[in-house]
């Protein structure tokens, strides 16, 4: 499971997600503590996620709550990358 032994890493999955263009700099945003999950601040990119954990993220000038409906397998088209998540946040912009 990446390295993770009871979840997925969350750089790894915001980076299959398509949050970030590059691992590095979603490392960077969980380093950095922008990430939330469940409500806790994340200041390693290491953190183990699994489905059904709400993430808190900026993403450009906005903070998106989404939560976690499946693990990344890969970084795929960005159609595919969508079906890992659900917004529920008020927004109905996708990132």
Known sequence: MSGAEDGFRLD?????????????????ACSKGRIRVNGNRVEKPGRAIRPGDVLTL???????VLKV?????RRGP???ARQLYEIINDNDREP
């Open 12 to 28: 790894k999955w915001l980076w299959c997600a398509r949050f970030y263009r590059t691992r590095a700099l979603a490392q960077q």
């Open 58 to 64: 900026p993403v450009l000038r906005e903070i998106v």
């Open 69 to 73: 409906i499946s693990d990344a397998t």
């Open 78 to 80: 960005a159609t595919e």
